[in-house]
């Protein structure tokens, strides 16, 4: 694969994002690897956990609004028994987010999706939907993990927060210096091998099942939103911005 490194060493399965130039953006070939990934991991006996890091200054940026900006199309998200609200897999497999750096828009979902959360000091995290203009709305990974008022903060305004006020909120499970951060992943990993993993497995499948879903006309009505948002001009305007690198200019059209 060119853009993901999939190993597996002692049961324990790294997925890390490679493309450092773009801050790890997911764009649709290296959406296609990631999946192609996570699809390994679950079908591998060998690999009870997996770690989801990124290489260099990003976990990841979210997604490529400079290859939107190229199409004018942006992408539609899916809703499948495979692939949960978050984008990663329902696996009953545990998941641990090893983030560092920026975690923005699907970079944060992602996170969110996963089991356990470490996160480098030098980690940011936004949901930067609105405030680009690109997408939105993406509520219910939102409405599934925070409280109302953060909530609303995070969606609306898209401003970066940092990992010791998500550790604070209870959406991370640690915060360790830049340099120990897959050193505190593999600790955590390490935990989940000492345990009997059919043990495991069939425990998170059951808190799993109690989690919050959206409900069929709940997702018809989000899919309705975003193609309205997808057809306006200031969604052109905002991936064009982006990828000029200057302010987005809204006439709300």
């Not at 199409?71 to 329902?90: K, L, M, Q, R, S």
């Not at 000492?194 to 495991?200: F, G, I, K, R």
Request: with cysteine.
């Amino acid at each position: 694969m060119q853009f993901i490194e999939y190993t597996v060493s002692d049961r324990v399965a790294v997925i890390r994002m490679n493309r450092p130039e773009r801050l790890n953006a997911l764009s649709p070939a290296m959406f296609d690897e990631l999946r192609t990934a996570f699809r390994q991991f679950v079908a591998d006996d060998d690999a009870w956990v997996a770690i989801l890091t990124g290489t260099g200054r990003g976990f990841s940026a979210g997604r490529d609004l400079k290859a939107q900006a190229e199409t004018g199309n942006a992408p539609e998200p899916t809703y499948t028994a495979e692939w949960n609200i978050f984008g990663v897999p329902d696996t009953d497999k545990p998941l641990i987010a090893a983030v560092n750096g920026y975690a923005i828009g699907a970079g944060w979902y992602m996170t969110a999706g996963c089991d356990i959360r470490v996160a480098a000091e030098s980690a940011r995290f936004s949901m930067g939907e609105i405030p680009t203009g690109v997408l939105g709305p993406y509520w219910f990974p939102v409405a599934e993990v925070l409280p109302w008022a953060v909530g609303v903060e995070f969606t609306l305004l898209g401003e970066h927060v940092t990992a010791r006020r998500l550790l604070e909120l209870g959406l991370l499970n640690e915060v360790v210096p830049d340099d120990q951060l897959m050193d505190a992943a593999w600790r955590w990993a390490r935990k989940f091998l000492a345990l009997p993993p059919q043990h495991v497995r069939r425990t998170k499948a059951l808190m799993a099942s109690m989690r919050q879903s959206p409900a069929p006309d709940m997702v018809e009505r989000e899919m309705q939103s975003r193609k309205f948002l997808n057809a306006l001009e200031d969604t052109t305007e905002a991936a064009v911005a982006f990828a000029a690198k200057r302010p987005p200019v809204f006439h709300g059209r």
